[in-house]
């Protein structure tokens, strides 16, 4: 029997079984006493406000539901049908493994497994999601998560020792949720329609979705290029990116407030969605994106351990950290002005210190000192912030590219050469 590997972040839900993949936000729609689960409600989220629900996951009770929302009775209810929707959807496996976030408080992850027994499916398995994320990589600095839901953030921090990475804490940042940057992010898109072609997008329902839709593509493409163009209602408005920099200034300065002042060797790993806020991932020293199917690869490479079957669950967080497996990560987004343009540099493997060759982590190099370097196709990309940096005997600025034969130092410390070991 095939498990499903559940993964619970009420901002993108992900299903894994077989062959199937499933995302299902946690929107919960009302439409004629049933309920739509995901995609389809949060289409409707501007049209018809009064029949949505997003909170259930993060305020999951048995607490009557304010206000009513159909037949559900509280919050759990709601979660039910969404988790009953997921098994259908998913080729209805018989067992699951879930990884839920760490901003769950006691209470609710007794209120989940007892749901979970009214499901058609077993719960097979109960792990923290940020521990299984951070079990991807290893490194002597410290280690955070950072976990963007729908009505906050949150920043785990991991401790490595001993071969595991363990949690440490769990700090919920209040207010700076995905949906409150969204509404940052269009409030100032709408400004900027009025100012350009007198039409506010925000002044009905039906083109108020319609900018909500158009959201996710503009801010990837913002992610590529310093302007884009958004398109609603046959009304077209251009966007730079400097002006929609401050929709996460209360994610960025919440975030590096939980983690206190930056140590060499940190590292900040988060999921995907964080790396669409405008920004964040050049003002935060030390961020790696995760890639999308990173819970899938940590959970399936710790199943043996995580499954127990016919025994309470326990609540796993600690784990191996699997040096062996290459974390899989996605390059954060950068502004035009800053994407590499020179020729491609020659390629290097491996950082020279006196005798010693250190090994470039496919996954990028922690320097120390706030400093890294990250992989593209170009070369090697120096970013960081902190003590001064001198490449080739110059001081430099972060996003300079680097290859073989280039030297690093920084601050006073040793020379680092750049070369390539051939097998």
């Given at each position: ?17 077989g ?43 048995t ?7 159909g037949p ?53 398995g ?10 991807l ?74 900018l ?101 669950l326990?609540?796993?967080?600690a ?64 970013r ?13 600025d ?26």
């Amino acid at each position: 029997m095939t498990i499903a590997l559940l993964d619970i972040n009420d901002s993108n839900l992900q299903l894994w079984h077989g062959g199937a993949h499933l995302q299902s936000p946690g929107y919960a729609l009302l439409v004629d006493r049933q309920y739509r689960f995901g995609n389809p409600a949060r289409a409707a989220a501007r049209l018809q406000p009064r029949d949505i629900n997003t909170r259930y996951w993060w305020q999951l009770s048995t607490e009557p539901l304010q206000p009513a929302l159909g037949p559900a009775r509280h919050t759990g209810d709601l979660v039910h049908a969404q988790l009953q929707e997921l098994h259908r959807e998913g080729g209805q496996p018989g067992e699951m493994l879930l990884a839920v976030s760490g901003s769950m408080q006691r209470d609710q992850l007794a209120l989940l497994l007892g749901i979970v027994q009214q499901c058609p499916f077993s719960a097979v398995g109960l792990v923290h999601r940020s521990v299984a994320l951070g079990s991807l990589h290893s490194g002597s600095g410290r280690l955070f998560h950072l976990e963007v839901q729908l009505h906050q953030a949150v920043i785990t921090e991991l401790a490595q020792r001993d071969g595991q990475v363990e949690l440490q804490r769990t700090l919920p940042l209040p207010g700076t949720g995905l949906l409150q940057v969204q509404e940052k992010l269009v409030e100032t898109i709408a400004t900027a329609f009025i100012r350009q072609t007198r039409f506010d997008p925000c002044r009905k329902a039906i083109t108020e979705q319609q900018l909500y839709d158009a959201l996710p593509d503009a801010l990837r493409a913002l992610g590529r290029d310093n302007e884009t163009n958004i398109e609603v209602n046959g009304y077209r408005a251009r966007i730079n990116r400097t002006e929609l920099l401050g929709a996460g200034q209360r994610l960025l300065e919440s975030a590096r407030d939980a983690m206190g002042a930056a140590q060499p060797g940190d590292k900040v790993i988060a999921d995907p969605l964080a790396g669409l806020l405008p920004g964040l991932a050049e003002r935060l020293p030390g961020l790696q994106l995760l890639a999308p199917d990173s819970v899938r690869t940590a959970l399936e490479h710790h199943i043996e351990r995580l499954v127990e079957r016919g025994q309470a669950l326990s609540f796993v967080t600690a784990l191996p950290v699997l040096a062996d497996a290459a974390a899989p990560v996605q390059p954060a987004p950068q502004p035009a002005s800053q994407v590499p343009t020179a020729a491609d540099r020659p390629a290097a493997t491996h950082l020279l210190q006196g005798h010693r060759a250190l090994p470039l982590a496919a996954a990028g190099q922690t320097l120390g000192q706030g400093w890294s370097l990250h992989p593209t196709p170009a070369g090697w990309l120096l970013r960081g912030a902190g003590a001064g940096v001198r490449v080739n005997g110059a001081t430099r600025d972060p996003d300079t590219l680097l290859g073989g034969g280039d030297t690093l130092r920084i601050g006073d410390g040793p020379e680092l050469l750049l070369i390539e070991v051939t097998p």
